[in-house]
């Protein structure tokens, strides 16, 4: 890892933490300004200093969907399902990105754990969702989608970038599902610390996985 690349990370590491401390106080001033420019730092980790490729493009791309999705989820009246449009077209992204790298041989195992989670989040929030049930399922759909194709990056592909690749889809799927429990089912204290420090790192490994 070279310099600028360390420097960048250190960056993006301080901001995240900014952020959510900033979240958590409902400082809203520090959090509007440092929850965008931490993924504005991740893609600027991958801008100049990656080669080109169609997965590093790929994963720009998920990454400034990303960007645009937390800006309407940080507005004073909140466009979630806005949000939910841009975070939506991220995860088809990155899909793509994943799918790139891979051959057809997919290992059968990981549909098992995830197919139970799928169904566990699903039970608890079922009776809250009403009227934003289609757009959840769907959503819910894209979002193990990545997650299944994240997870094979590992099984056929060599070095730590697979492993970065398939953690950082995991711990998507997981902020997702934190916050689907903290909108749907019932609000907790530390569910914004738990969905905000999960997606920056998730958005972290898979920047760091090209």
């Known amino acids: 890892m ?9 960056s993006i590491v301080v901001s995240a933490t900014a952020a959510i401390i900033a979240d958590r106080r409902n400082q809203r001033l520090l959090a509007y300004f440092f929850r965008p420019f931490t993924i504005i730092l991740m893609i600027g980790l991958l801008v100049e200093p990656r080669p080109y490729s169609f997965y590093r493009n790929a994963v720009v791309a998920g990454l400034a969907l990303c960007l645009l ?4 989820m940080m507005l004073k009246k909140k466009r979630f399902l806005a949000g939910l449009a841009f975070f939506l077209g991220a995860l088809a992204v990155f899909t793509v990105a994943f799918y790139s ?9 990981p549909v098992i754990p995830l197919a139970l989670l799928a169904a566990a989040v699903l039970f608890l929030i079922w009776p809250g969702l009403k009227r934003e049930r289609v757009p959840v399922l769907f959503y819910l759909l894209v979002l193990l989608t990545m997650t ?37 089912r019932r609000p907790f204290s530390s569910a914004q610390v738990i969905i905000l420090s999960t997606f920056y790192t998730a958005l972290l490994l898979l920047a760091l996985s090209v």
């Open 69 to 72: 999705g937390e800006v309407m």
């Open 148 to 184: 299944r194709v994240g997870l094979e990056q590992p099984h056929q592909l060599p070095g730590t970038g697979p492993w970065l690749a398939a953690a950082g889809s995991f711990l998507l799927l997981l902020s997702d599902s934190v916050l689907a429990i903290n909108r749907y």
């Open 2 to 10: 070279d310099l600028n690349s360390a420097a960048f990370i250190f």
């Open 101 to 109: 790298r891979v051959t057809r041989e997919f290992l059968s195992w």
